[in-house]
């Protein structure tokens, strides 16, 4: 039997999902000796139109954008968004809630006229998507994870619980109580709270949850002096294109 043919494409962002798989070495025989990877302009020359999963990393941030992933659609059985950028906009979205010819001024100088970008969007905003990894960059373990049920013919895990969960598990302190901010009570879990064990916070790079208890949240974060609009704030770093951020 033939293996499922796997192409990985790119939108806007800086590549790091795809540096994720391509830093697989541990599994890449496994998982990715299970697949043939017809298209992956990062690490390879080769090109196919003929693919069964395709593996879209980055934001639809032009109009053309749109007919290039409507096109990948089409072809594609199973299309699997990868990364923050993908799955919610990401932090391209930021540039939504400032003026765009300023945006363009600011990124492209005097050649901003050269570039037809428009406001940032996820890709299911415009083709539907089978599956999503989250994160920035996607957790390698959860790639692979995604993956193997997608070749089992499974729908994925994907954690619609909070981060905190996640963080209770690692055993870590709150760092509210140490007076600093944290997205983890809205934020999709999946991570292990990674960020919040190496010392940092939660800034939601995963997204929120699909039904986040907004009104729990800001009475949590309330309690520990942090207001609506700073955690608005960090919303719109990653999750902007959300309806609650807009
Ligand atoms: S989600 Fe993060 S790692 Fe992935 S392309 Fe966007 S900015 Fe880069
Ligand atoms: S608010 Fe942040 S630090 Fe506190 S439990 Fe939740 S994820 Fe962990
Ligand atoms: S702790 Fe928050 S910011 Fe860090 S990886 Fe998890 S979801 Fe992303």
Known sequence: MSKPRVAIFDFAGCEGDQLQI?????????VLGQVEIVTWREAMKEQSDHYDIALVEGSITRKSDEERIKAIREKAGILVAIGACATIGGINCMKNFQDEKFVRRYVYGDKAHWYNTYAARPVSAVVPVDANVHGCPINREEFVQVLKALLQGKKPFIPNYPVCVDCKKAGNVCVLLKGQFCMGPVTRAGCGACCITEGAYCWGCRGL??????????????????????ALGQIRLYDGYREEAR
């Open 22 to 30: 391509v830093n697989l070495e541990e599994v890449v025989l496994d």
């Open 209 to 230: 949850v699909d039904d986040p208890n907004m009104d729990a949240a800001r009475e949590l974060l309330g309690r520990f002096g942090i207001s609506a609009g700073e």
